[in-house]
């Protein structure tokens, strides 16, 4: 993929980032037993097997196979299993079709992780050039963003089993607060967006451009789950007026009624947490939430979602980073956007269209991966990420 200029690193630095790295997607499977490894929930989601596996195929098949001398292939067959959605790399196994993969053996796994680390780390140990760097740190980050989605996926599959289990006692990620109110008003005027600078950054921030901006204001606080309740409990779920054609279908199609992972227990909220069956906290921030509702919440507010050049511009004050925020704007690409050649080029570029920007971060998100300019995208009717609303509006309100 495309990224800002790649500069010399020192060597250190990058290994210790590595490791780092490495280290802290075996330690969130460190409270999972044998048993929480192997399956799949849905479609969209991936055994935490699976995810070690692939990130660690993403090293060996960029990295290792084509840079480093006399490299050995741990096992012939990862190629095609552990292949997400490469095209140009080769045939794939099926995506839903990864909890069924029972071999290799979660212990086969963890070797092949060995024995990659063990040749990243003699690579590491050599002057490697700007190209090579720059692909180690792609690595590094695209291994991040799959510790957010093994955290996620896990929690899905989690909250299908009726017993609630317990991944670990203080792993809830849903009780955060606000810490400011009230609104920011923005000027009209003319804005820079995109990434700029020597740091790391995805193909999809560049292409730095101007965007003119009316006068808004967006809220400080992101929503909490009381306000999203008395939405619940002004019928909110049961009146079109708020919700775009295609969401009303989805709301009507899966009898959608409140948020993810949220259940009435003797006429109070519950929610299922990676800390087990919690009642919901009223003044903490809203999780898990749909495009489609954020929308529609919106709507019932008389308010509207912040467009993504919106809420770049109006970051730099603002408390971000607990949830992944819906914005109102299609995943597109930025002026003079280009997909690079071969493989890597697959990694953004073929997915701008049906899908919606989130910025920000969230309590999941690993850290070191955020940034003022990134930008998450996902179809708008999921719901699995940790992701929130924040309203914007043209004239100042109370919310």
Same mark, same amino acid.
């Given at each position: 993929m ?6 010399q690193?020192?060597?250190?630095l990058l290994?210790?980032q590595?490791? &780092? !790295? ?24 991936s055994?935490?097997k ?5 990130v ?5 098949t ?7 001398? &006399?490299y050995?292939?741990f ?8 292949n997400?959605?490469?095209? !140009? ?5 099926v995506?839903?079709q990864?909890?069924l ?7 086969e ?16 140990n ?14 590094i ?10 955290i996620?996926?896990?929690k899905?599959?989690?909250a299908?089993?009726?017993?609630h ?8 990620l849903v !009780?955060?607060?606000?810490t400011?109110k009230?609104w ?5 005027g ?15 921030e ?27 409990e002004d019928?909110?779920?049961?009146n079109?007026?708020h919700w ?5 279908s989805?709301?009507?199609?899966n ?26 906290a ?5 999780s ?7 929308h529609?919440?919106?709507?019932w ?10 809420w770049?511009v ?7 980073g ?5 914005t ?14 071969g ?16 910025r920000?971060a ?10 003022? !300019? ?12 940790y992701?929130?609303?924040r309203?914007?509006q ?6």
């Amino acid at each position: 993929m495309n990224m800002v200029r790649p500069t010399q690193t020192s060597t250190s630095l990058l290994q210790q980032q590595y490791q &780092n !790295t490495r280290a802290y997607s075996e330690s969130l499977c460190k409270p999972l037993h044998i048993e929480d490894y192997v399956p799949q929930s849905v479609a969209y989601t991936s055994p935490p097997k699976w995810s070690l596996a692939h990130v660690t195929w993403f090293f060996e098949t960029f990295i290792l196979k084509p840079y480093m001398p &006399n490299y050995q292939v741990f096992h012939p067959d990862f190629n095609f299993l552990f292949n997400s959605y490469y095209q !140009t790399v080769g045939e794939r196994a099926v995506r839903a079709q990864r909890g069924l993969m029972t071999r290799p053996t979660v212990e086969e796994v963890y070797a092949y992780r060995t024995h990659v680390d063990e040749y990243m780390h003699k690579l590491l140990n050599q002057t490697l050039s700007p190209k090579i760097q720059a692909l180690i740190t792609l690595g590094i980050n695209h291994e991040q963003q799959h510790q957010e989605l093994l955290i996620t996926d896990l929690k899905y599959t989690f909250a299908l089993n009726p017993t609630h289990p317990v991944y670990h006692p203080d792993f809830n990620l849903v !009780t955060d607060e606000n810490t400011s109110k009230g609104w920011l008003h923005i000027n009209e005027g003319v804005y820079e967006i995109g990434h700029q600078g020597d740091g790391f950054c995805y193909d999809n921030e560049l292409g730095r451009h101007k965007v003119f901006l009316h006068d808004f204001q967006i809220c400080k606080a992101l929503v909490t789950n009381a306000e999203y309740i008395a939405f619940i409990e002004d019928s909110g779920y049961r009146n079109f007026n708020h919700w775009h054609d295609d969401a009303w279908s989805w709301v009507e199609s899966n009898n959608i009624q409140h948020p993810l992972y949220w259940q009435k227990i003797d006429g109070l909220w519950f929610h299922y947490t990676l800390a087990g069956l919690k009642a919901i906290a009223p003044d903490a921030i809203l999780s898990h939430i749909s495009y489609y509702e954020a929308h529609a919440f919106a709507s019932w507010k008389n308010m509207r979602l912040p467009t993504e050049f919106e809420w770049e511009v109006a970051s730099h004050q603002l408390d971000w980073g607990k949830r992944w925020e819906w914005t109102s704007s299609a995943y597109q690409p930025y002026p003079n956007f280009s997909i690079s050649e071969g493989a890597i080029g697959e990694y953004n570029g073929k997915f701008m269209v049906n899908q919606m920007v989130l910025r920000g971060a969230s309590a999941a998100t690993s850290q070191g991966h955020s940034r003022h !300019t990134y930008r998450n995208f996902f179809h708008p009717q999921l719901q699995w990420q940790y992701s929130g609303i924040r309203l914007a509006q043209q004239q100042v309100g109370d919310i």
